[in-house]
């Protein structure tokens, strides 16, 4: 899984899931240098690019572009599923059967309402009209999102402790679980908005603790292409934070 100067590649912004075609121009080191096939608007920097092919697929962040060529820096590959990220928010599990092995994972992304707050060319619509539309719209899906994770459980779940990779989860439960059962779990990723994600996955490492509670890791299984991206996309972004707030103490010391 390796990637070499001329190859056709695949890339994606994340967490958009449309796919453009590119070639890779050079390597070295960690950077890479692509032309992308497609005209599209300038790629920003700081932005996550998805890199894949028939057999690998690489996590990227732009460092500057010119033209259709995008230079990225590689951050992990695909099989680098130890990759984790360190944080704090509510997570609510359970035990349950065989039913794991059939059911998907999920977003809960609200009820789906969409007024696109562009430029409006009806001349037909009020243009102050518009506007006060796509304000109550936003705020109409705020409130049904809102209502959407109350519904799961995820708004008066206390946070805890998480280690959160693409691949799976370690956390603590009260309910005692042993090595091979299948958990369905809701999490609350703490972004704005919050995201609720849906998850099933198998035990495999418990460890009792002296309060009673137990150290649960937990691997993801039958996860969605769109939930996981959701999850790297996140993990990406609070490493990115904890290695700047890192620096500042650094800096002030």
Not at 26 to 38: P, Y
Not at 130 to 158: F, P, Y
Request: proline share 3%; with cysteine; glycine share 8%.
């Amino acid at each position: 899984m390796k990637l070499r100067e001329g190859e056709g590649i695949y890339y994606q912004l994340m967490p958009e899931m449309t796919r453009f075609g590119g070639t890779i121009v050079s390597l070295e080191g960690e950077h890479i240098v692509f032309k992308s096939a497609q005209a599209q608007t300038q790629i920003a920097k700081g932005a996550y690019v998805v890199i894949s092919g028939s057999d690998f697929k690489y996590y990227t962040e732009v460092l500057k572009t010119d033209g259709p060529l995008v230079t990225v820096k590689h951050l992990w590959s695909e099989n680098r599923s130890y990759f984790r990220v360190d944080d704090y928010f509510p997570v609510i599990s359970r035990k349950i059967g065989d039913e794991a092995e059939c059911a998907q994972s999920k977003i809960f992304s609200g009820y789906g309402i969409e007024i696109q707050d562009e430029a409006f060319s009806d001349e037909t619509v009020n243009p102050r009209l518009w506007k006060m539309l796509v304000a109550i719209n936003s705020k109409l899906q705020m409130i049904l999102d809102r209502l959407q994770l109350e519904s799961e459980g995820l708004t008066n779940v206390k946070n805890r402790p998480v280690n959160l990779s693409a691949s799976g989860i370690r956390f603590t439960m009260d309910e005692k679980v042993e090595i091979g059962d299948m958990l369905e779990i809701k999490m609350l990723l703490p972004k704005y908005p919050p995201t609720g994600i849906l998850a099933y996955g198998k035990v495999v490492k418990v460890k009792d603790r002296e309060d009673g509670s137990h150290e649960v890791s937990l691997h993801f299984r039958n996860m969605d292409d769109e939930v996981r991206d959701e999850i790297i996309q996140y993990a990406l972004k609070r490493q990115r934070e904890i290695i700047k707030k890192e620096r500042g103490q650094h800096g002030n010391d």
